[in-house]
């Protein structure tokens, strides 16, 4: 019930619509009074004609700003419980009364504008605990320097200062750290990056190791320098994959498998740091695993020589995988062809046996006819095989014969075959002896017939 009246009092006091604003007190509660005697002027003053106030009049002008700036600082004054008693517009110390001059606090007033104050800086205070978290983002949130929870990305509010704090960690964001760096160390003269092999050799190894926030907390309060640990467990990772391999294997054959053991060991020792840490990858750099300087010439001609060894090696293997099928081939058709030949020459051996013995069976009943039959096919034979041609010269004829066109064929047949080139021509003679040859087609029936004529004549 209270309340009301003066939230209505309060909006009255700092109403900007009023038109006495910056015009001075001329129409408090006073000013409507007639101009007569008022009851703190002395006796015996002439009655002052009431001012107009400024403003009013038909020359109304504009408000003026000391004006505006009392008023203000009257009805603040008045919120807090400050007044004068009698008129405003004169001195403190004039007027027969000092007591109506002095300041007469309002304790009502002035609570409630207290109260007014202390709600407004409450809900200030409590403003300043809302804070935003941008995407791939968290918050963590302690309460008196103690871990309380963390937070997403959003709109988020805490207890303001000093009750509770905020951090926020970026922990999507791909971070990169190189380890082996070129610093000489005093004591041995090597540098960082300089590594004991399983054979006490050294080899320089030199990468960067990529990784992402997997707990904001534990990044923030698990480990006190959180970046320089990760930097530590990598080189502690690195030097034991190191010290576990030979310097030929880790400069040549499992030089690409450093990478993957230094990944999955420095997981093993990140989590049971709990350092909140998600290590993505392991990059060796260009020229990143190499011998000491001091020994890098003499290690370039070895390296050289084992690449010329591997070249000739794979020369030798690509010309042994093209021979061996080949040769294998050859072999595999000779075997074949010589299979075929002992077939055939078998299967020949049987039938000319076979034949030989009908040939006998066939003797035995009529051995003359048997005996012709044999020459002649003999005959056949011999001449199918030879370009000369008989011709009996005791027949009288006038008319010789010579198959010339036959004759060129089978020549040019021979020669394409590939007949020796020192054969002796064919002789062709009309008054041969009656054993004379000459050349003859095979299969010619002239020639047989003469052959039979010669036949029955001997």
């Known amino acids: 019930m209270i309340a009301k009246p003066l939230w209505g009092r309060f909006r009255g006091m700092f109403n900007l619509n009023d038109g006495r604003w910056g015009r001075g007190d001329d129409g408090g509660p006073e000013g409507d009074r007639p101009s007569g005697n008022r009851p703190d002027e002395p006796p015996g003053r002439p ?5 107009r ?3 009013q009049g038909p020359n109304q002008g504009p408000p003026d700003l000391d004006e505006l700036w009392r008023d203000f600082n009257r009805k603040l004054g008045g919120l807090f419980g400050g007044g004068r008693g009698g008129n405003n517009n004169q001195p403190p110390n004039m007027g027969g009364n000092g007591g109506n001059g002095g300041f007469k606090p309002d304790m009502k007033n002035a609570g409630f504008g207290l109260g007014l104050v202390a709600v407004v800086a409450l809900l200030i205070w409590l403003g300043t605990g809302f804070f935003i978290v941008q995407e791939g983002s968290q918050a963590v949130i302690t309460q008196f320097g103690r871990y309380k929870t963390t937070v997403g990305a959003g709109f988020n ?6 009750i509770q704090r905020h951090e926020i960690v970026v922990v999507t964001q791909i971070r990169s750290t190189d380890v082996g760096r070129d610093s000489i160390v005093r004591s041995t003269g090597l540098r960082e990056s300089a590594m004991l092999t399983e054979d006490e050799n050294i080899v320089e190894i030199k990468f960067a190791v ?6 904001a907390r534990a990044w923030l309060y698990e480990s006190k320098t959180p970046a320089d640990t990760v930097v530590q467990v990598a080189e502690t990772a690195v030097r034991e994959v190191v010290g576990k391999m030979k310097m030929d294997a880790a400069l040549a054959e499992e030089r690409d498998q450093i990478a993957p053991r230094v990944r999955t060991l420095m997981q093993t020792i990140l989590d049971r740091y709990k350092v909140g840490v998600e290590v993505v990858g392991i990059n060796l750099q260009q020229g990143g695993v190499r011998p000491p300087e001091q020994v890098q010439a003499a290690f370039d001609d070895v390296l050289k ?7 000739a090696k794979n020369e030798a293997q690509a010309y042994a995988n093209d021979v061996v099928p080949r040769a294998t081939g050859t072999a595999s058709r000779l075997k074949e062809e010589s299979e075929a030949y ?18 006998l069976a066939e003797y035995q009943k009529a051995p003359q006819v048997t005996r012709d039959r044999m ?12 370009s000369k041609v008989l011709v009996d010269s005791k027949q009288g004829s006038n008319l010789l014969y010579l198959p010339l066109d036959k004759l060129m064929q089978s020549a040019g047949v021979a020669g394409a075959v590939g007949a020796p080139a020192d054969a002796p021509p064919a002789s062709v003679a009309g008054t041969a002896p009656p054993q004379s040859s000459l050349v003859a087609p095979a299969g010619d029936p002239r020639a047989r017939d003469g052959r039979s004529r010669d036949r029955d004549a001997r």
Do not use: C, H
Request: charged share 25%; glycine share 8%.
């Open 342 to 359: 002992k077939a055939r020459i078998v299967a020949q051996a049987q039938g000319d046996g076979q034949r030989f013995g009908q040939v």
């Open 47 to 51: 009655p002052q004609q009431p001012e």
């Open 53 to 55: 106030p400024r403003g």
């Open 305 to 311: 020589a084992g690449q010329e060894r591997e070249r």
């Open 210 to 215: 990529q990784y992402r926030l997997s707990d």
């Open 375 to 386: 020459y002649v096919d003999a005959m056949q034979q011999i001449y199918s095989n030879t």
């Open 157 to 162: 509010w805490r207890l303001p200062y000093p």
